[in-house]
């Protein structure tokens, strides 16, 4: 009897966790990600611009993060972000992917409000290398071509596809070491890129920007 009771109250414990779970998934977002509106540009240069933008997370709202920020990113060149922790940086990242949406301000990306641009169009055109890089099971090969996904080369031909890898390989300075590699492009990197160095593994996925950001 004493292990049945354990049962139903580990069962309850569950559904309970489950409602907060299914909630959370069930609830609209403000920001659609699969919204099929919103403008999507020929041409995108890369220069980027935040006004007087103010933000402040949901689960924070008393915290403001970001108190009228002004910055200019001019295209073509390295911009820093330079600050103690917890002062905004990744949170102007955040927002320029639109994860959350600023209070006040605004931000362009040359000359265009994001807010009015097709949310799949904005994360096809600027990317993201986290701190501590992912890859998956696969090929070098595989990895870099994810970086394909969305853009008008994701059902391209193989031959197509390995052309273009290589190619964003040479502009990412990562083609030499790939050809060292046992199979080259073809090499099996295992479970989170296991049969790599961490520089590697790094270099492996920033190649995938050039996949569809020209350098």
């Keep these: 009897m ?28 403000h920001i659609d990600p699969m919204a099929t509106d919103g403008l999507q540009p020929e ?9 007087d933008v103010v933000f402040s997370y949901p689960s924070r709202p008393d915290s403001q993060v970001l108190s009228g920020l ?3 990113i001019p295209a073509g060149k390295t911009t820093a972000l330079v ?18 949406d600023q209070s006040a301000g605004s931000i362009t990306l040359d000359g265009q409000n994001i807010r009015d641009l097709n949310l799949r169009y904005l994360r096809t055109k600027i990317r993201l290398v986290q701190q501590e890089p992912v890859l998956f099971m696969g090929t070098v090969f595989d990895n870099v ?11 391209a031909s193989a031959e ?39 520089g590697e593994s790094t270099h492996v996925v920033y190649t995938s920007l050039f996949s569809i950001v020209p350098p």
Excluded at 3 to 24: D, G, R, S, Y
Excluded at 43 to 51: A, D, F, S
Excluded at 185 to 197: C, D, H, N, P, V
């Design 2 to 29: 004493t292990t049945v009771i354990m049962q139903i109250f580990n069962i309850t414990k569950a559904a309970t966790a489950a409602i907060e779970l299914f909630q959370t998934i069930d609830r609209p977002s």
């Design 43 to 51: 041409q995108c240069t890369g220069n980027i611009e935040l006004k």
């Design 70 to 72: 002004s910055l200019a």
């Design 83 to 100: 600050g103690a922790s917890g002062s905004g940086k990744s949170t102007c990242v955040a927002l320029l992917e639109r994860w959350y």
């Design 145 to 155: 071509a994810y970086g394909l996904l969305g853009t008008e080369h994701e059902n």
């Design 160 to 198: 197509k596809k390995l052309q273009l890898v290589q190619d964003a390989c040479k502009d990412a300075f990562a083609h030499e070491f790939v050809e060292q590699l046992p199979e080259r492009y073809f090499t099996q990197i295992g479970e989170r890129a296991r049969m790599l160095s961490g």
